[in-house]
Every structure is written in C-alpha cells, then in structure tokens.
C-alpha cells in the first residue's frame, strides 16, 4: 500500500488514513522526493534522471567525452538539441486537476465516518492554485534548468561556449515560437553570463549583450507541418489504439480500483484521465515547487510503474518507432543537425570565415522522440502493446529516463588525427550510433555512411505531403 508518514499538514491525511487498518502514533519524517520520482514520464525532472544533480545542480564529470584515448583529438563544434524545462500544467491538465479536486471535496462530504473532519481539511488545506493562463509556460524552477544545463556544458565545452563567442554572436541560438521555449532559451544564455562572471552589469562601459535567438517552427515543430503525420496518427484514433485499449486493461483497472479504496470514493468516480490527474499532480508539485504533495501518497512504484508504462505507449506510438512517419517528420531537423556538422568538419582556406562553434536548439519532448528514432535509438526488439506490459519491464524506451524535462541530445564533432569524429550524448552520458556500437566517437565519415540512406533521402514534402489517404498509418516497426 502507502506509507502511514503522511504529512500532518496535508488535506488528504483525514482521507487516506480511513483506508488504514491502523494509524500509528508517532509520524515519521517524510522523505524530501516521493518514492516514485523516477516514472513521470515526460514530467520527470531533469535531476531525477542525474541524481548527482540533487547534490549539486553543476557538478560535471569530463569523462564523458570519449574520442579516442590513442588520438589528439579536441572539439570543434557542438550541435545541442534542447528540451524546455520545467514548466506549469496546459489548460487540459489543469482542467482535469480542477475536475479532480471539484470531485474529492465533492464526493467527501457524502463519506462515512470522519467526513466532515476531512472536508474541512480539504477546504482549509490545500487550495486549486493551478490557473488557465500558466497553460505551460516556464516556471522558475525550468529556468534553473536551463541555466545550470548552460553552466555545465560551457565546463566541458569551454573553448565553444566561451565567453568572446557568446559575445560575439558566433553561437548560434534557435527555439521554438511556445513561451516556454523561448524563456527556456534566454535562461540557457543567463547561465552562460553567469558561468563567465556576468550577471546584467554593463561591461567596458557598455550595456550587456541582449539576448539573441530566432524562431523556427519549421525545425522545432516540424510535427505541426506534416500531412501525413497530423492526418495519419495526430488526428487518427487508430493509430493509438494500443494506449486506449491499456487503459482500459487490468493493470490500469487495479490503479483505479486501489486509488477509489485509498480515497474512499465509489470506483465508477475515478475515471483514468482522473487517476492521471492526480498523478500529475505529484510531478507537478515536484517540479515546480519541490514539495512532496499529499497527492503522492495514494501510488505505490507498482501504481507508478503502470502509469508510466502509459505513459510510454502513448509516447511510442504518437512520437516514435510506433509508426514510421513519426520519425519521418523530423527530417528537416534531421538535414539541418548533419548541414551544420558538415560545415563544421569541411576544410577550410584561411580566407573562409569559421564556422560557428555552437548550435543550441530549444523545442519539446514532441522535437526529440522522432529525431531520437529516426537515428534508430532505444528501439527494443518487441514493441510495446496493451498485452505485453510484464515483458515490457525491462525495456530501454523510457520516457522518464530519455525526455525530463530540460532533456539534451547532443552533437560533438571532434578534430582529430584520422580525420572529424562524432560523439552523441543524451542527457550528458555518452550514447553510441547504431551499427557503430564499437566505438564512442567514430569517424564522422562512418556516421554519415551509416545514415546515407537518410542524407540522400527522408524527404520531407515527399513523406508529408502524401497523405494518408485512408491506408491509416504506417505500422511497419
């Protein structure tokens, strides 16, 4: 079940202790972070998935840049594919925390013994300070993840991200048009102001360098311009028809059974966009305000664990390997990331001008997943369906671990004697390229022959603009 160290402080101690047998006396301290912190999915914060990071937020560890110990290498570009950080609920998740709420405070006054006692703890204790008008913008706390993220990346790329490139706009700045994006992308460079001892002083006498960004939907919301993605599994029930039937599978069914028995709510009451909800509103308050919500009480790791799975099936089959198209209409980021690498690793006459160092591009877990599975990542050789949850248990597509909040894909080229080497590394642990599992940075050349197929190809007015017309959505795995 759950833990009887619950809050005093909390509305939800009244209601969940009428589901103990017995209620020990003596409280004990409640940990700092829920015990199920590592399955939010994409609501995961970023430090959950580097616990280091509790300890210290720029803590870096230089030995996960790996070109090859028998070769003098040094890094000449770096490509930073950047999810945005922690943000407030949408409007739809606020809605359904709204509906949750509305129903406890509802529900509790119609309970049995101690329901008046809990209503007003419910009306005295926690209030529904979640607005319409947060719909997803950038917290304080996103902002810290950006600029920490910035911080520690200019510690190991110091000659890129140094303080004369920033300066002098050599670094290039790209984000998506959503607030959060935007927001997320001014803190990056905060973090680099502070990491080189800025802080919005003028300097030689003259004002702060503003922040420098553009916008590209085109890149960073590639999904929103593709035909055959938005018609053929956006808007195609179909295509998700592996998550509707999970949620109405047992494993779901137990979550909602023993929620509806912790709250002391009629079961038919709780529906699973509710259970979800107040799933979420562990992660949020989490993230957000780095509280231990009451709410987090009512989900043991085996609830979280199916919750996330969920949450993973949605992911996979709306964003990834589900159906070809997903990754598919990442191409134009795709090109862009290996147009800039290529520029980076040409020759040069000395008349050139050198190419840019740095590349940071800010978009949305919606950004990574079809890029991450259009190089062929965290594909298992099973796919994840409502039927297989148990086999499911060991699987690398985990969206808590790939895409928290403030997640990074990053691109680092690398001169060196035989010739430029690429090195990917997800969320700042090394990640090896399919097919080339031998080495950590191979030659750039073997890169771009593995994912020849993709350069010469992958299409994107071809692959988007044809259309579904009613063959549904490409199933091939």
């Known amino acids: 079940m759950f833990p009887v160290s ?24 409640v940990p700092e972070i829920p015990h199920i912190a590592t399955y939010f999915g994409t609501k995961t914060r970023y430090e959950d998935v580097n616990p280091h990071l509790l300890r210290d937020g720029l803590s870096v560890n230089t030995s996960v840049l790996k070109p090859p110990p028998t070769e003098r290498c040094s890094p000449v570009h770096l490509t930073a ?14 809605r359904r925390i709204q509906k949750l709420s509305e129903l406890v405070r509802r529900e509790a006054s119609r309970g049995s013994e101690g329901s008046e006692g809990w209503l007003r703890e419910v009306r005295s204790r926690w209030d529904m300070w979640y607005t319409e008008d947060m719909d997803g913008q950038l917290v304080s706390k996103g902002r810290d993840d950006l600029r920490q993220l910035a911080r520690r990346l200019a510690v190991l790329f110091p000659s890129l991200l140094s303080d004369q490139n920033r300066r002098s706009g050599r670094i290039r700045f790209l984000t998506s048009s959503k607030h959060r994006c935007v927001s997320s992308v001014e803190a990056f460079q905060e973090g680099l102001q502070q990491h080189w001892g800025h802080h919005g002083e003028t300097v030689d006498g003259t004002e702060e360098v503003e922040y420098r960004h553009e916008v590209d939907d085109e ?31 047992e494993e779901m069914e137990g979550v909602r059974r023993r929620m509806a028995e912790r709250l002391d709510l009629p079961q038919h009451r709780l ?14 308050e989490l993230s957000i305000k780095s ?4 709410w987090c009480f009512l ?5 979280a664990k199916v919750l996330e799975y969920k949450s993973d099936l949605k992911q996979y089959w709306k964003r990834s390997h589900g159906h070809a198209i997903n990754g598919l209409s990442s191409c134009p980021l795709f090109h862009h990331v290996f147009r800039t690498l290529d520029k980076a690793g040409r020759p040069r006459r000395s008349t050139e001008a050198s190419p840019e160092p740095a590349s940071i591009l800010v978009g949305h877990a919606e950004t990574l997943l079809p890029l991450l599975s259009l190089l062929g990542l965290y594909k298992d050789p099973d796919p994840p369906t409502a039927n297989n949850y148990q086999s499911q248990q060991g699987r690398t597509f985990r969206t808590s671990r790939i895409v928290p909040y403030a997640a990074n894909l990053l691109f680092v080229l690398y001169d060196c004697q035989r010739g430029p080497r690429l090195q990917l590394l997800l969320n700042e642990s090394p990640v090896r390229f399919p097919g080339l599992e031998k080495e950590d940075a191979p030659l750039y050349r073997d890169v771009r022959a593995t994912y020849r197929h993709l350069l010469d190809g992958c299409n994107f007015h071809r692959e988007c603009e044809r259309g579904p017309g009613g063959r549904g959505p490409n199933t091939e795995l």
Request: proline share 4%; hydrophobic share 40%.
């Open 291 to 294: 509280l231990h919500s009451p």
């Open 299 to 303: 989900f043991d790791e085996s609830d």
């Open 6 to 29: 619950l809050p005093t402080n909390s509305f939800l101690v009244a209601a969940l202790s009428l589901t103990l047998t017995r209620l020990s006396c003596s409280f004990l301290s």
């Open 271 to 284: 529906t699973p966009d509710l259970v979800e909800a107040a799933f979420f509103l562990c992660s949020y």
């Open 219 to 249: 890149l960073m919301r590639f999904f929103e311009r593709c035909r055959g993605y938005v018609e053929g599994v956006e808007k195609n029930r179909s295509a998700l028809m592996e998550v509707d039937a999970f949620k109405r599978g």
């Open 81 to 94: 594919v950047v999810r945005h950080g922690s943000r407030y609920p949408t409007v739809k998740n606020i």
